[in-house]
């Protein structure tokens, strides 16, 4: 455990400091740093590291970034930010539609993307119109960060997230498009308010000239049709990384464009970082480090759901902050599971971990692209921004927690509370029963695909419960669970028919049942159930 916590700290003050004094390690090199050294170490062997690593977000990111590329390529996002910028006759027009504009396409595409290409446009758009551009650049980072809360195609966090938690696309997008909404109103508000002088309804003084941009018409339209038909797919609940990549693979197919030349503009610095990332914190569960921390998590847990949302924002908050909001999500996995990761708790780290970064100018990297690019014209200074970016991100990340408060309380009134199952066992040749809270239910070929991965660890009084209906013969492994666990079979009639005592983390050894059964019972290591034991379950 403290071989793991010495590890985790390298890597973070990697993370964290972007570079470290005297050491030229950027962030995914840095992540590598930890991932390497959880191995060296021995807190993890080279077959758990490799497991550890989250291939559908990987999937998700580079299907993604490949689609964003041809889109690129053909010069949509050039197009599309010269044929609304040109639209724009005041200051106040120009913030409006900046805002709108960075907001919708980093909801569909990754923001990152959006600042990286929009900001030269606006630059020569602003010049030429005689106007000050900071704060029409300041809008395109905020509403851009704001913009990508809504959907789990706007940016890295909410790819891992939705990943993780596998909410439905539309049912992502229902809940936190009026987070969006809300927070695009309140940064056009801000800005106008700190830049009222020169943000005003008169029309500009000369009229700007964008450059024509170059488009390729016909992988223009190919590339629209695909990217249509991946966000219909995703909606229709298709799996993310699948849908994603079978996108990226018919562009390759029918493109008709070199793809190396493609394959050059993937961020794979990005994928390296998320790899890393996955490495070095399944070594902080494995080594029960992440049991420690997860332990403060208890008051949030009993804490009203307002409370318990707002407790984990300004965790988010605060993390995403220090380590950027990435790090930041990876890292609070774990304490999301251990909350019950409910489908609230994971949109409730969606939307903060997003929004925070737009407290100062490197709270993102969307933030710190705009900055990269706009630098040879115009300097945007920490503070310059942060007494825009900090109003902005706490009065969003405040209407975010009400926008989930009352979603949660109007799902309650509209479904009945779900009852707490408890798991009876009766010995054999007589004896003690033995009571088990429910605490976990997978009934789904994805929830139990998933399983205890990630959760908790499960106190000696509960279990998790897989239900086969009809029955049927499975297999079980241990994937990535990080703590011993009892894996036990049990028949129709409820007669525990095999059992697999006391499994250890990183076992690479199957468990079959031997035969069909209904129910598939998993308790924490040393349950002392027995083959032929009796087991009932109430109500």
């Known amino acids: 455990m403290i071989t793991a916590l010495i590890v985790f700290l390298i890597t973070y003050v990697f993370v964290g400091l972007t570079q470290v004094p005297r050491i030229p390690i950027n962030r995914p090199a840095g992540a590598l740093v930890g991932a390497v050294l959880m191995v060296v170490t021995g807190v993890l062997t080279l077959d758990q590291a490799f497991s550890a690593i989250d291939m559908h977000t990987l999937l998700l990111l580079l299907g993604m970034m490949i689609i964003t590329v041809y889109l690129r390529t053909a010069g949509f996002f050039e197009l599309m930010a010269e044929r609304i910028l040109s639209v724009a006759r005041t200051p106040q027009q120009l913030l409006v539609l900046v805002s709108l504009a960075s907001a919708l396409l980093s909801a569909l595409f990754v923001n990152d993307t959006i600042c990286l290409l929009f900001t030269p446009i606006l630059l020569e758009v602003t010049i030429q119109a005689g106007v000050n551009p900071l704060p029409y650049l300041l809008a395109l980072a905020t509403a851009s960060n704001i913009g990508s809360v809504m959907t789990i195609t706007g940016n890295p966090q909410n790819m891992l997230i939705g990943i993780a938690s596998g909410i439905p696309y539309l049912s992502f997008l229902q809940a936190l498009a009026p987070v969006a909404a809300i927070g695009i109103a309140v ?28 488009v390729d018409r016909p992988l223009l339209i190919k590339s629209l049709i695909v990217s249509g038909g991946v966000l219909v797919l995703f909606s229709l609940g298709h799996p993310y990384p699948l849908v994603a990549v079978a996108g990226a693979v018919a562009l390759m197919l029918v493109g008709k464009k070199s793809t190396e030349q493609i ?5 794979w610095t990005l994928l390296l ?5 996955f490495i070095v914190m399944h070594g902080v569960e494995v080594s029960g480090l992440a049991e420690v921390l997860l332990r403060q998590a208890g008051a949030l847990n009993e804490a009203s759901p307002i409370n318990r949302i707002a407790g984990l924002s300004l ?23 251990a909350l019950g990761g409910d489908q609230i708790a994971w949109l409730t780290l969606a939307m903060s971990s997003t929004l ?16 990269q690019q706009a630098r040879k014209r115009v300097t945007i200074g920490f503070f310059e921004y942060f007494r825009v970016g900090a109003l902005i991100t ?6 975010g927690i009400l926008v989930l408060v009352v979603g949660t309380r109007t799902a309650r009134g509209e479904e009945q509370p779900a009852q707490m199952r408890t798991l009876t066992v009766s010995p054999a040749g007589g004896g003690t029963q033995r009571n088990y809270r429910i605490v976990l239910v997978c ?19 509960e279990a998790a419960l897989f239900r086969f209906d009809p029955p049927e013969s499975t297999t079980f492994w241990m994937a990535s669970v990080s703590y011993p666990i009892d894996i036990l079979f049990v028949e129709q009639g409820g007669s525990v028919v095999r059992t697999y005592h006391d499994r250890r983390p990183g076992s690479r ?18 349950s002392g159930i027995k083959q032929g034991d009796r087991v009932t379950i109430s109500p």
């Not at 801000?190 to 003084?205: H, K």
């Not at 394959?263 to 961020?267: F, K, Q, S």
């Not at 970082?273 to 990332?277: P, R, T, V």
């Open 187 to 214: 940064s056009i508000a801000v800005i106008r308010l700190v830049y009222r002088r020169e943000i005003t309804s008169q029309p500009f003084s000369r009229r700007a000239q964008v450059s024509p941009v170059a």
């Open 263 to 267: 394959l050059e503009g993937v961020d």
């Open 273 to 277: 970082f998320f790899a890393g990332l």
């Open 315 to 337: 965790v988010s908050a605060v993390l995403s902050n220090v380590v950027s909001n990435v790090p930041a999500v990876m890292l609070l996995r774990p304490l999301v599971n």
């Open 356 to 371: 925070a970064g737009n407290f100062t100018l490197i709270g993102s990297v969307a933030n710190l692209i705009v900055l």
């Open 394 to 399: 706490v009065i969003t990340i405040a209407a």
């Open 443 to 461: 009934t789904t070929e994805k929830e139990k695909a998933k399983g205890l991965q990630g959760f908790r660890k499960l106190a000696s009084d």
């Open 509 to 526: 050894e199957l468990y079959p049942s031997g035969g069909p059964v209904t129910w598939v019972i998993e308790t924490a290591g040393g």
